[in-house]
């Protein structure tokens, strides 16, 4: 089981940038892959970007050429890095951890775009 919490969420204008970070707890990082989804307001949860055991990555069309996820399994964290930020990335960003059949998700971190 990997355990993860979030942070780094936090409000910033439009086209500013982000860093979330996802520290997950657990002998079982190296074996799990990471996603981060997001929520908005009256919407469905929708994954964003994901990374294998191997670090193959996978991106929303929304987001791919802004948003960069990336995995330390040395210190068993993922981050997101987020650019060129819009007003419609607005939302709740949860990591979450896949291992052997199990999903396992941190609490989340708001972050607001607006000027």
């Known amino acids: 089981q990997v355990q993860p919490v979030e942070s780094g969420g936090g409000l910033v204008q439009p086209g500013g940038s982000l860093r979330l970070s996802c520290a997950a707890s657990g002998n079982s990082f190296r074996c799990s892959a990471m996603n981060w989804y997001r929520q908005a307001p009256g919407k469905q949860r929708e994954l964003v970007a994901s990374?294998?055991?191997?670090?193959?990555?996978q991106y929303a069309y929304s987001v791919k050429g802004r948003f960069t996820i990336s995995r330390d399994n040395a210190k068993n964290m993922v981050y997101l890095q987020m650019n060129s930020l819009k007003p419609e990335n607005t939302a709740v960003y949860y990591c979450?951890?896949?291992?052997?059949?199990?999903?396992?998700w941190g609490q989340g971190t708001q972050v607001t775009v607006s000027s």
């Open positions: 979450n951890s896949q291992y052997r059949g199990g999903s396992y």
């Open positions: 990374i294998t055991t191997s670090s193959t990555t």
